[in-house]
């Protein structure tokens, strides 16, 4: 991680979100080991963070590795906890991303599709600071709960 003159994360400093606390609650989940007990939530979270110089480097066409296949997971998975904690109704997303990045994202709330995104480039997966991370999560999950509000029966079947 490349420190910014001002000595912040690269991202900046990161802005109260709901969202923002529950992705880092996901990652911090997987930590059995406690070795990321002492690093702070924004040091956590700044791999999501790819600036567009760093996106200018990254090639057109190339096969995602692990740790971005990871943060993908963990994004929708914020999402959909956030959404269950919002709304009551159990979420659960379901990837299905192929070697070369390209793919479809699904997040289901009982028989609802409340979140269907088709992805390209996903090895390219990242965000230009905290707040636009913030934003997105907080827009995908505002827009579920509002199909979760309209199709309350099929989000609890």
């Not at 959404?83 to 979420?91: I, N, Q, V, Y």
Request: include cysteine.
């Amino acid at each position: 991680m490349t420190a910014q003159p001002d000595t912040l994360p690269r991202g900046g400093a990161l802005p109260a979100s709901d969202f923002l606390k529950q992705l880092v609650a996901v990652i911090r989940a997987e930590d059995t080991h406690g070795s990321w007990d002492d690093k702070p939530d924004a040091d956590l979270l700044a791999d999501f963070i790819v600036t567009p110089e760093e996106r200018r480097e990254i090639p057109i066409i190339c096969d995602p590795d692990p740790d971005t296949l990871w943060r993908v997971e963990k994004f929708y998975d914020a999402i959909a906890l956030l959404l269950e904690r919002r709304t009551g109704a159990m979420a659960a997303q379901m990837s299905k991303i192929s070697h070369e990045g390209f793919g479809r994202i699904v997040l289901l709330s009982g028989r609802l599709v409340v979140v269907s995104k088709h992805v390209r480039d996903i090895h390219r997966f990242g965000f230009e600071t905290f707040e636009k991370l913030a934003e997105a999560g907080e827009k995908m999950t505002a827009d579920a709960a509002e199909m979760v509000a309209r199709f309350p029966d099929a989000a609890q079947a």
